[in-house]
């Protein structure tokens, strides 16, 4: 199986490809602790591929490791082609109100390149972009010499304003950064939704009433 407790990552790795017929499989030889996924389930979700077709109804998972998606094809994991462009997951499905938007396209620095895959909070003249990582590291248990090896999680957080990309903290001193002359505006607009801008929701609330200003 491709999800058991343990996850087994893959260390070698073939590309199945629905426009060349290409066949993708995971090798399994690694026990890495944790989930190599967003989420262990698989989504609903729409593809959009890179000369613009919708694949709707598409049941997914977002390998965070390797910075994939993969689909279910007789008990076996696949991974979605290179001509993908974005996905969209549903987590309520049928209810599509909420939605995860994932884009390539980016080229941020050396490491996040237009290959990767971000997940797109707000978009606009303002646009807030979150990378998720997993990465592996090495620990061991008491009394026990044996190395074991667990996924660490990480997220960063990008602005892309005016064509420059800014690796940003969320908290207000950054928002107040980011918006400088707005921001008395935007803080009183964050009160009145009872929000700090200090987490996540507060600053996609302050992202899209300020794209919502600006002509």
């Keep these: 199986m491709f999800i058991t407790v343990n996850v087994l990552a893959q260390t070698e790795r073939q590309q199945w490809d629905r426009v060349s017929g290409n066949l993708l499989f995971y090798h399994q030889a690694e026990k890495i602790e944790g989930s190599p996924f967003l989420s262990d389930k698989w989504l609903e979700s729409s593809v959009k591929v890179e000369n613009g077709y919708v694949f709707k109804q598409v049941s997914l998972k977002l390998d965070i490791y390797n910075n994939?998606?993969?689909f279910n094809r007789h008990d076996t994991a696949y991974e979605l082609g290179n001509y993908v462009a974005e996905v969209q997951f549903f987590p309520n499905f049928p209810d599509t109100s909420r939605k995860l938007v994932f884009r390539k396209g980016y080229s941020i620095n050396s490491?996040?390149?237009?290959?990767?895959?971000?997940?797109?909070?707000?978009?606009?003249?303002?646009?807030?972009?979150?990378?998720?990582?997993?990465?592996?590291?090495?620990?061991?248990?008491?009394?026990?010499?044996?190395?074991?090896?667990?996924?660490?999680?990480?997220?960063?957080?990008?602005?892309?304003?005016?064509?420059?990309?800014?690796?940003?903290?969320?908290?207000?001193?950054?928002?107040?950064?980011?918006?400088?002359?707005?921001?008395?505006?935007?803080?009183?607009?964050?009160?009145?939704?009872?929000?700090?801008?200090?987490?996540?929701?507060?600053?996609?609330?302050?992202?899209?009433?300020?794209?919502?200003?600006?002509?």
């Design 68 to 70: 994939v998606f993969v």
């Design 111 to 215: 490491s996040i390149n237009n290959t990767k895959f971000l997940q797109v909070l707000a978009e606009g003249k303002i646009t807030l972009l979150k990378y998720y990582q997993k990465e592996t590291e090495e620990y061991t248990e008491y009394g026990n010499a044996v190395k074991f090896k667990r996924f660490n999680d990480k997220e960063a957080y990008y602005v892309l304003k005016e064509g420059q990309y800014k690796l940003v903290s969320l908290t207000k001193k950054s928002l107040e950064s980011l918006f400088q002359t707005q921001y008395a505006k935007i803080d009183a607009f964050l009160k009145g939704k009872d929000l700090s801008g200090k987490d996540e929701n507060g600053w996609i609330e302050a992202i899209n009433y300020s794209n919502s200003l600006i002509p």
